[in-house]
């Protein structure tokens, strides 16, 4: 075991590198997972890892922050609950000469060049392909959507929003109706479609429903049951992370698609610091990992089955 570690993480010299690692919450199961694969990653390279969890604040974070330059880590991880707001305290970590990474989500122009780097995916592409899955399955049909947004100022919402508007800008037919925060939470998901239903005289003209990802899809596949409406039959969904209740939704026939990405951001974030500060590496801006679609015809029980243990 030890052998393959070392194998795994040739930046093993990183033993007695401490990272903080400033975390949203546990808003979502792919969250969760980010959260445990972190762990883990630490782990496989010797480093020594401290997590605040935010609980969705981004005063919470700052503090955070300011607390690991008081403890004088070796590098900062932070997950950005929204894009504004950072220089202030991103300077304060620079003058303490603290590399930041970000992870999972961006953060505004204005305060990049304070940041190592950056991992995420590319949630642009993310609602673009969510929205040109859509235009394809429904072909030249009219089609209303409506849509549950992320939390109000996080990149990914934004981006997630602006891909999938992109993708049937040339498809006329094609209708966001409706389109609400739900926080990214399973129940604000289920809340909002709740309400959107009630807009929409019972739901019985909503086509589809786009979620910026699958817990809120997971709350609003509840809310369509309860109303009596059949999701991922008369209703298609599509949402965006891979987690394994959508694909237990896929298999009981109740949800359509999704577009996967990986929760572990982590394991090339603690790469870019170790080379960094043991070579000197400078990294590029933005390390990107993929997203792909996957459709409920595309075997979700083996999904399902491969997402077991990595603590979604
Ligand atoms: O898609 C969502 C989470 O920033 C990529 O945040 C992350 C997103 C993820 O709460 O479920």
Avoid at 165 to 182: D, F, H, L, M, N
Wanted: with cysteine; net charge neutral.
């Amino acid at each position: 075991a030890t052998v393959l570690t070392a194998m795994a993480a040739p930046g093993a010299s990183a033993a007695g590198l401490t990272v903080g690692f400033s975390q949203i919450g546990s808003e979502s199961g792919w969250r969760a997972a980010e959260t445990s694969v972190t762990k883990s990653e630490a782990q496989k390279r010797g480093v020594t890892l401290k997590i605040a969890d935010a609980q969705q604040k981004q005063e919470n974070q700052i503090k955070a922050i300011r607390s690991f330059v008081a403890q004088g880590v070796d590098a900062i991880f932070l997950a950005p609950v929204v894009a504004t707001g950072w220089d202030a305290v991103l300077r304060e970590a620079r003058e303490a000469k603290i590399p930041v990474v970000l992870l999972d989500r961006d953060i505004d122009p204005s305060g990049k060049d304070l940041t190592l780097t950056a991992v995420t995916s590319d949630s642009v592409h993310e609602g673009k392909v969510a929205g040109e899955w859509l235009a394809k399955t429904v072909g030249s049909k009219p089609c209303n959507v409506v849509e549950l947004q992320g939390t109000v100022g996080a990149s990914v919402a934004t981006n997630r929003k602006k891909g999938f508007e992109q993708a049937i800008t040339g498809t006329p037919t094609i209708k966001i109706v409706r389109s609400q925060t739900g926080d990214f939470t399973r129940s604000k998901g289920k809340e909002v479609m709740e309400s959107f239903i009630k807009a929409e005289g019972g739901g019985k003209a909503i086509c589809a429903v786009y979620a910026h990802n699958d817990d809120m899809m997971v709350g609003a596949i509840q809310a369509m049951k309860e109303a009596g409406l059949k999701p991922g039959r008369d209703i298609l969904t599509v949402s965006i992370d891979g987690v394994p209740d959508i694909f237990k939704a896929m298999m009981a026939g109740d949800a359509n698609a999704t577009v996967e990405l990986t929760p572990n951001m982590a394991g090339p974030a603690f790469d870019a610091v170790i080379a960094y500060k043991t070579k000197g590496t400078v990294p590029p801006k933005w390390i990107q990992t993929e997203s792909k679609l996957f459709t409920a015809a595309d075997n979700p029980q083996a999904v399902y089955d491969s997402k077991k243990g990595l603590g979604y």
